[in-house]
T-cell receptor, first 113, second 110 residues
Framework: DAGVIQSPRHEVTEMGQEVTLRCKPISGHNSLFWYRQTMMRGLELLIYFNNNVPIDDSGMPEDRFSAKMPNASFSTLKIQPSEPRDSAVYFC???????????FGSGTRLTVV | GQQVMQIPQYQHVQEGEDFTTYCNSSTTLSNIQWYKQRPGGHPVFLIQLVKSGEVKKQKRLTFQFGEAKKNSSLHITATQTTDVGTYFCAGPDSSYKLIFGSGTRLLVRP
């Protein structure tokens, strides 16, 4: 298996633009997580899907952030409009089931100027 | 809400010295997981501990889960430059999502 695949690896965009981050989890994993990592706040869970259904989105910063998982092999995290404070590394992770270790993707480094 | 705390924040050691990072949870955990993130990389799962007082070893790494299942430690014997990175502990909350500690960044002088 190729692991969790994220795209793009790097994204530089101007403030106010829409940004879409993509994730393909490991086949057979039924849980998918979006995390954001910054120096100041560490690893923060944004949203968690189980069997393609959003279970907990309490970590989503505000209405500018949205996430979807239309099927078991694809998820997107969208920021609209983007702001400079959204600059961070965004990781997608998947897990076989509850209480199993997570496999993280390589991340998307987002810079909003 | 549940909090997971790690100390120290940074540790700079001479190659060959030992290293320990400590993890404390505000609540009792069903299990604890450890991850390593190399500079510029992504977190990689190392191990999961489930039982009270459990000790597991991976080569030079020793992981312990406290008797009360609220704390854990990772000890590296005779560090090498390949050990450089940030080590995170993580524990599940009541809805099974992982709460990560702030991490301990290990730097190794060759």
């Amino acid at each position: 298996d190729a692991g969790v695949i994220q795209s793009p690896r790097h994204e530089v965009t101007e403030m106010g633009q829409e940004v879409t981050l993509r994730c393909k989890p490991i086949s057979g994993h039924n849980s998918l997580f979006w995390y954001r990592q910054t120096m100041m706040r560490g690893l923060e869970l944004l949203i968690y899907f189980n069997n393609n259904v959003p279970i907990d989105d309490s970590g989503m910063p505000e209405d500018r952030f949205s996430a979807k998982m239309p099927n078991a092999s694809f998820s997107t995290l969208k920021i609209q409009p983007s702001e400079p404070r959204d600059s961070a590394v965004y990781f997608c992770a998947s897990s076989f089931r509850d209480n199993y270790g997570y496999t993280f993707g390589s991340g998307t480094r987002l810079t909003v100027v | 809400g549940q909090q997971v705390m790690q100390i120290p924040q940074y540790q700079h050691v001479q190659e060959g010295e030992d290293f320990t990072t400590y993890c404390n949870s505000s609540t009792t955990l069903s299990n604890i997981q450890w991850y390593k993130q190399r500079p510029g990389g992504h977190p990689v799962f190392l191990i999961q501990l489930v039982k009270s007082g459990e000790v597991k070893k991976q080569k030079r790494l020793t992981f312990q889960f406290g008797e009360a299942k609220k704390n854990s430690s990772l000890h590296i014997t005779a560090t090498q430059t390949t050990d450089v990175g940030t080590y995170f502990c993580a524990g599940p909350d009541s809805s099974y999502k992982l709460i990560f500690g702030s991490g301990t960044r290990l730097l190794v002088r060759p």
